[in-house]
């Protein structure tokens, strides 16, 4: 027993010194606005971005809603005091000239986290826009999209040139007032993409966004609006990395999908901020807010995510389905390790009839982290014919790592059927022994059974997104065989 | 105004009287339980523990107190029919005790009330009351603060008691009443008994609300039943607190039914401290009507190598509500725990309504643990194939319903009381009264 926690120590030991590999910073000239959160800096992000006066009125009326709110504190969650007067709330890379489309710089920074600006680079069939701290960086692709009449920009863009777009669906899902940190990011977002596909356009390539935390000292509030108008289709990816500080900084986001009639959209996450190091110094809180409205009939709203990074996590991707027969699906693999903290889930709140959802949470705790899944299914009365099923397993690693359940289940008619499966338990023995008698270390082992564990999940993401994903999962695992 | 002022206004007009009836165990507990209900307010519905039930409304009744401890004036006419049951039966009248003709003394089993107790055993009465309870729980907090005798169930170490000790609770009053109960069991190292209480209200024009705090504590090795059936009125809210401590290798069994009932509220604290411990905790509700029965669990591994298993279920009618809150908790350093838990209702109509929260929190990795919960209707299938072989669709309803819910039937130790069971659920379904046949007390 004593050979195998000493064995066990050292390999977590060698975990814990494996680098976050994007954990660089970037040397790029930053305007950063001053510390401090006041009208008069909701006011300047709103004048440095020129935005019209409807959404600078958008702004005000969130922060004056957020200054009478407190922060939640009913997550599983160990989170210190936030002083939010402690934070930039704009960091811009300064452009070098006007005449080069892309800082080198910035172009080189995203080379190395793998995201080609260069259309020529990118993997086909994949448009991205770039966000670097504030301000998004580039949007490739942008061109051939609009042939098709897809709109893919950043959100200041998207408030330039289609207000009425904007104007209309901003805040129609998570309204400022819907929790402290969404009325945070409503009156303080700085850029995030705007997508609106049309009637009946079905998008021939992976949208994306890749954000990046550059500068030091600040947060990242940035804000994607998803409108996918009758019969359109799109699967939208979000990745997301942050540089090594022994700092805690703070991203707190939006997310708004809205969908019309036989609508469908696949928005997938691979979520690698910094996880702070292995005494859980520093990392990024990430406290999102992400809401999709399933509003015409028939409509389809799929979130995937794989959370591997973040100090904290606070996240519960939801769907409202609305519309008849619409459906809601959530799939999630998370992974901590150290002293990363997840309370991640969903929300399926079922106002329609015949809506189905599907939930399927693979968490895994190693290291002294806690891994928390907390949903809610409700179904209202006049709901009827809605079907959900649930299934979330937790995987412990450690002795000293904690996985905990929460989910509610709210039925209020006789035609509804709602099932919800859980199990905790540490990797079978049995399944690594027999890995072990055919010659496979221990360690391959967790990893086989890890992989094979959340393939379920894995198998829902994109291509591209699967592999790095895969990757991701084992590096992070990398190590910690208890 | 805070619906439990009255009750601390109450208490201190009457302090003296209230004290000097109970047993100075009581009276210390009172001091904590007055602190804390004094800085807490009623939780609101729709809070994190009370999501479904509104305490304020079951409060908003200006229930009095029988502080002078009042003797109930009326005829008790009852016996316990269940054939071969053969209980040491002892009636609760309102919150005084009445041992029943059929009680006959047991070597090795005492069972008392608290008043008694602190002349015949007060030591066990100092080492178990109120440690078990705690004072956080508003519930609890209002019983340990008007509770003026109890009854105490005492085994001694290694005494198996046969006789299951059967506990009829009686309300009947002429006017709001609430009725304050209080059970302490102490099953003392080796020993098993099992205990089974009914509740029934009588006069059924009345509200009542009876609070009901219960502690057992299991010793190393013991083994104790604990079964609960209520079959009250519309009117009566129930709300009780059962707190069970189980040293190492003791085996408890905790089985709470609801067939009629007006608003109840049945709060499980199960606190595994002792290693091979074994838990068994089960529940069962039949509503229909405006019946509301929330149950909210939470059991506590802090000992390695113990076993828990949870299950309940409800059938939900007309515009009855059901809630369940369960909880598992693993504490570090507990490996090979196995804990399993279980929720599955039906909705049988339009307006029921079912919440159920069934939450895992585990901080421990070699452990089993698994929850799950359903909320759903009848197998349609089922309802068809038993139709095409001429069994009406009422008849096939109801005996799918009873298999439904047999499962937590089966789980009951006593082998009469679980025929009785199988009958009362039978009749509660077919829209009868759930009484047993010949129980004359609501008549």
């Not at chain 2, 502690?215 to 209520?230: C, P, Q």
């Not at chain 2, 130790?413 to 007390?441: K, Q, S």
């Amino acid at each position: 027993m004593n050979d195998r926690d000493n064995n066990s120590n050292k390999i977590i030991s060698k975990a814990a010194t494996d680098e976050y590999k994007y954990g660089f910073v970037t040397d790029v000239d930053t305007t950063i606005l001053e510390k401090g959160l006041s009208e008069e800096v909701v006011r300047k992000i709103s004048a440095l971005k020129g935005e019209p006066d409807w959404l600078l009125e958008f702004r005000l009326k969130a922060y004056r809603h957020w200054t009478t709110l407190t922060p939640p504190r009913w997550g599983h969650l160990k989170m210190p005091e936030i002083d939010f007067q402690d934070i930039s709330y704009y960091a811009a890379p300064r452009r070098k000239s006007e005449s080069a489309e892309i800082d080198p710089e910035l172009k080189r920074t995203f080379d190395k986290l793998g995201v080609p600006l260069e259309e020529r680079l990118a993997l086909s069939g994949m448009a991205v826009d770039a966000i670097m701290d504030s301000v998004s960086v580039h949007t490739s692709y942008k061109e051939r999209l609009a042939e098709l009449g897809v709109i893919f920009c950043p959100i200041s863009e998207a408030v330039r040139d289609y207000p009425d777009l904007v104007r209309k669906h901003l805040g129609s899902v998570v309204p400022y007032t819907d929790n402290f940190y969404a009325a945070l990011n409503s009156a303080v977002f700085s850029d995030g993409s705007f997508v609106y596909i049309p009637k009946g356009v079905r998008c021939p390539m992976e949208l994306s966004s890749y954000f990046r935390i550059n500068a030091a000292q600040t947060g990242q509030f940035e804000r994607t609006l998803i409108v996918a108008d009758d019969d359109s289709y799109v699967s939208y990816l979000e990745g997301c990395t942050a540089p090594m500080r022994d700092e805690n900084q703070l991203h707190a986001a939006i997310v708004e999908i809205v969908l019309e009639e036989r609508a469908e959209v696949k928005y997938s996450t691979v979520q690698n901020w910094y996880p702070g190091d292995k005494d859980g110094n520093g990392g990024i809180y990430n406290l999102v807010t992400k809401r999709g409205l399933c509003r015409g009939n028939g409509s389809k709203l799929s979130w995937t995510q794989v959370e591997t990074g973040s100090a904290i996590t606070w996240k519960y991707p939801s769907c409202i389905l609305r519309g008849d027969n619409s459906v809601g699906e959530f799939y999630s693999v998370a992974l901590t390790r150290n002293y990363q903290q997840a309370d991640t889930g969903t929300k399926m709140i079922h106002l329609g009839r015949n809506t189905r959802s599907t939930i399927v949470s693979k968490g895994i705790s190693a290291g002294h982290s806690q891994n928390s899944y907390r949903g809610m299914v409700k179904v209202v009365p006049r709901a009827t014919g809605c079907r959900n099923y649930t299934q979330c397993d937790s995987l412990l690693l450690s002795d000293t790592s904690g996985a905990h359940t929460f989910p509610v289940i709210e039925v209020g008619n006789d035609s509804s059927v709602v099932e919800h499966e859980a199990t905790t338990s540490k990797i079978n023995e049995e399944q690594i022994f027999y890995c072990n008698q055919r010659g496979i270390s221990t360690e391959d082992a967790v990893g086989l059974i890890v992989n094979g564990y959340a393939k379920e999940v894995m198998a829902k993401l994109p291509m591209e997104f699967a592999v790095e994903a895969q990757r991701l999962l084992s590096v992070s695992l990398e190590g910690s065989v208890g | 105004m805070n619906a439990l002022q009255q009750y601390i206004d109450l208490y201190d007009a009457y302090r003296d009287t209230v004290e000097k009836a109970s047993p100075a165990v009581m009276n210390r507990a009172r001091v904590e339980a007055r602190r804390a209900l004094s800085q807490m307010a009623l939780p609101v519905k729709g809070s994190e523990d009370y999501e479904a039930t509104d305490l304020n409304a079951i409060f908003a009744t200006d229930y009095g107190v029988n502080l002078n401890q009042m003797r109930w004036q009326g005829e008790l006419r009852f016996s316990c029919d269940v054939p071969n049951l053969s209980t040491n039966v002892y009636y609760v009248l309102n919150d005084t005790f009445v041992a029943g003709a059929s009680a006959r003394e047991q070597d090795g089993l005492t069972v008392e009330t608290l008043a008694q107790a602190a002349l015949r055993h007060p030591d066990v009465l100092e080492r178990c009351y109120g440690v078990l309870s705690h004072a956080d729980s508003p519930t609890t907090a209002l019983n340990t603060l008007l509770a003026q005798n109890g009854i105490l169930i005492y085994v001694e170490a290694g005494y198996n008691a046969e006789r299951p000790i059967q506990i009829v609770n009686v309300l009947n009053a002429d006017m709001p009443l609430l009725a304050v109960r209080r059970v302490l069991v102490v099953a003392e190292p080796g020993s098993s008994v099992k205990v089974l209480v009914c509740d029934h209200t009588q006069n059924s024009s009345r509200n009542y609300l009876s609070s009901e705090v219960v502690e057992i504590v299991a010793r190393e090795g013991s083994t104790v039943d604990y079964y609960h059936m209520e079959e009250s009125t519309p009117q009566t809210s129930r709300l009780s607190d059962l707190y069970v401590r189980q040293e190492a290798g003791s085996n408890v069994l905790v089985d709470g039914i609801t067939l009629t009932n007006g608003t109840t509220r049945n709060n499980y604290y199960i606190d595994v401290a002792g290693e091979h411990a074994q838990t068994r905790l089960l529940g069962m509700a039949i509503a229909g009507g405006e019946q509301h029965v929330d149950s909210y669990t939470r059991i506590n591994h802090r000992a390695p190598r113990c076993k828990s298993d949870e299950m309940f279920k409800y059938v939900l009618t007309d515009r009855a509500t059901g809630a369940f809150a369960g909880k598992i908790l693993v504490q570090p350093d507990c490996p090979r725990v196995e804990a399993y838990q279980g929720n599955k209702n039906i909705c049988g109509s339009k307006e029921a309504k079912m919440h159920t929260k069934p939450q895992l929190e585990i901080y421990t990795d070699d452990v089993k643990c698994s929850h799950g919960a359903t909320v759903g209707q009848l197998d349609e299938e089922a309802l068809f194939y038993m139709q095409t072989r001429g069994v009406s669709h009422e008849q096939a309803r109801r005996l799918l319903m009873q298999a439904f819910v047999s499962d937590v039937i089966a789980g009951v130790r006593l082998d009469v009381l679980r025929e009785r069971l199988y009958h009362l659920v039978e009749r509660r379904l077919d829209g009868n009264d759930a009484m047993c046949a010949d129980c004359r007390i609501n008549k």
